[in-house]
């Protein structure tokens, strides 16, 4: 079974900061998913990778397969950016496994 | 891009009564739906996995009776909760695989059910 860990648990910071999320996972995957859930409970997918970076306005991913490691950054934060935001690992029709979540507050 | 509509996004429902969910997928077909819960401030728990035109595979501890799954076609999935009890209340949310390079799984907008 693969553990999928994240940190940090809480992320309070200024507007405008660069912000890196970080996720680690202990079995090897297809795929690494970053999710975004904002206070209403909507959950956004933002990425899916599987190898390599991969970037979208504001929000580039990384992961590193050997380290078996995957970063979420946001440049520029802005309050928006305001959510809990998922790692995930799984592909096509089996299940996910979910990270704890990273809480982040962007302040203004 | 592919979306999966959800409704209804709230419903208050009394002790004792059912309640339908639905989740639709609106420009791909959906051959598996994921049915997940979510208590405040904790993670997702997949309660069961549906598969079109069969039955659903529940995950360990998940009343199969109490939430009734159907998948009868590739673009809808309902999950009902039977006899509705305060601790049914929650947050419930679908899932599907897309099968798009860009982010692989697309979400519902959940499900708020609080049982009174």
């Known amino acids: 079974k693969n553990e999928v860990e994240q940190s940090p648990q809480n992320l309070t910071a200024q507007e405008g900061e660069f912000i890196t999320i970080n996720c680690s996972y202990s079995v090897g995957i297809s795929a690494l998913h970053w999710l975004q859930q904002h206070p209403g409970g909507g959950i956004v997918s933002l990425f899916m990778l599987s190898s390599g970076k991969k970037k979208h306005g504001r929000l580039i991913a990384t992961i590193n397969i050997q380290e078996k490691h995957s970063s979420l950054h946001i440049t520029a934060s802005h309050p928006r950016d305001s959510a809990v935001y998922i790692c995930?690992?799984?592909?096509?029709?089996?299940?996910?496994?979910f990270g704890t979540g990273t809480r982040l507050t962007i302040i203004p | 891009g592919a979306v999966v509509s959800q409704h209804p996004s709230r419903v208050i429902c009394k002790s004792g009564t059912s309640v339908k969910i639905e989740c639709r997928s609106l420009?791909?077909?959906?051959?598996?739906m994921f049915w997940y819960r979510q208590f405040p401030k904790q993670s997702l728990m997949l309660m069961a996995t549906?598969?079109?035109?069969?039955?659903?595979?529940?995950e360990q501890g998940v009343e199969k009776d109490k939430f009734l799954i159907n998948h009868a076609s590739l673009t809808l999935s309902t999950l009902t909760v039977t006899s509705a009890h305060p601790e049914d209340s929650s947050f419930y949310i679908c899932?599907?695989?897309?099968?798009?390079?860009?982010?692989?799984?697309?979400f519902g907008s959940g499900t708020r059910l609080t049982v009174v």
């Open positions: 995930a690992v799984g592909f096509g029709n089996e299940k996910l496994t």
């Open positions: 899932s599907a695989w897309t099968g798009q390079s860009n982010y692989g799984y697309t």
């Open positions: 549906s598969n079109e035109g069969s039955k659903a595979t529940y």
């Open positions: 420009d791909f077909q959906a051959t598996t």
